[in-house]
């Protein structure tokens, strides 16, 4: 039986728009894909309560969890007695600490890095008396802090680089830190409603 010339060329255009169909509905479905693992964003996680990190395992567990927001403060301290903290890269999920945030006596930690999505602090930053401290950079997202700001007793400290998402606040004391020698970083500190304390050993802030 010889088959028409006409219906062998329209079985073989009927395969040729199935094989397309089939290759434009594999490529959307890889471009969905593709959408989804890089652009969508971290699910919020809330932890009800106050948080208290004093050693490195402490900060990388509770960072593993993934938390995005903390209805409650954050204080992150090193005692001398236990494992030092030297990073606070696992925090990186944190955008939110309703209450108080301290940072405080961790004689290893140089820098905040990890800290890059905090926005907000709903009532004191302390970063107290962190003696490698050199570099706050990592806090330049946020811009509200509710009550205070203490920066204090950070002698490698030389900038304050970091701030500067910061417009207001109510109290700010900067005090002892024995090597920074400006207050670069706080270009766009508009207003402090009540006090504001400013010394330091040398008296070389500008």
Not at 163 to 190: A, P, R, V, Y
């Amino acid at each position: 039986m010889i088959i028409p010339k006409n219906v062998i060329k329209q079985k073989i255009m009927r395969k040729i728009k199935l094989l397309f169909l089939l290759i434009s509905t594999l490529t959307l479905l890889n471009c969905s894909s593709n959408d989804d693992s890089g652009n969508s964003p971290i699910p919020e996680k809330i932890f009800e309560g106050d948080v208290t990190l004093n050693t490195q395992i402490q900060v990388d567990d509770f960072g593993s969890q993934n938390y995005t927001k903390i209805n409650g403060s954050l204080k992150i301290i090193g005692y001398t007695s236990m494992q030092k903290i030297n990073n606070l890269n696992s925090l990186s999920t944190l955008n939110y600490i309703r209450d108080h945030f301290w940072i405080q006596t961790n004689s290893e930690l140089t820098n905040l890095n990890g800290l890059n999505n905090i926005k907000t602090v709903g009532y004191r930053l302390s970063i107290y008396k962190n003696d490698l401290l050199s570099d706050i950079s990592a806090l330049n997202n946020i811009n509200s802090i509710g009550t205070d700001l203490v920066i204090e007793e950070n002698n490698s400290l030389n900038n304050l680089n970091g701030l500067n998402s910061i417009t207001s606040i109510i109290s700010f004391t900067l005090k002892n830190n024995l090597i920074l020698s400006n207050l670069n970083g706080l270009n766009n500190l508009k207003k402090i409603e009540s006090n504001l304390y400013i010394t330091n050993p040398l008296g070389v802030i500008k």
